[in-house]
């Protein structure tokens, strides 16, 4: 069963970065290579959000309120994916999450807590 551990998330002040991570490790490489990825958030009292998205080919895409501050990237030798957060906003809090669409399904991580202070 596939696992996706999230991690990196922390306080920061406005302005500041974070890097989240999310790792597969029990993903068949090549099942996490041809996989699409994403990062989600999800504020109190607001639906689940698409932030950033990166198919297995293709150019990344994101949501217009983080487009030029956000950078997401994979690893696919370490089933990895990172979202690099730049310039960071109070209204970035949120519990962000990881999403792999593979072959065999889609799957979840747990989330990890942003906070950003004003």
């Known amino acids: 069963r596939c696992k996706l551990q999230a991690y990196g998330g922390g306080v920061v002040q406005a302005g500041g970065s974070l890097r989240l991570s999310c790792k597969a490790p029990r993903m068949i490489l090549s099942t996490f290579s041809s996989g699409d990825m994403a990062w989600y958030r999800q504020a109190p009292g607001n639906q689940r959000e698409l932030v950033a998205s990166l198919p297995s080919r293709g150019s990344p895409n994101y949501v217009d309120s983080v487009a030029g501050r956000f950078t997401v990237s994979r690893d696919n030798g370490q089933r990895k994916v990172y979202l690099q957060m730049n310039s960071l906003k109070p209204e970035d809090t949120a519990v962000y999450f990881c999403?792999?669409?593979?072959?065999?399904?889609?799957?979840w991580g747990k989330g990890t807590q942003v906070t950003v202070s004003s």
């Open positions: 999403n792999a669409k593979v072959s065999y399904g889609e799957f």
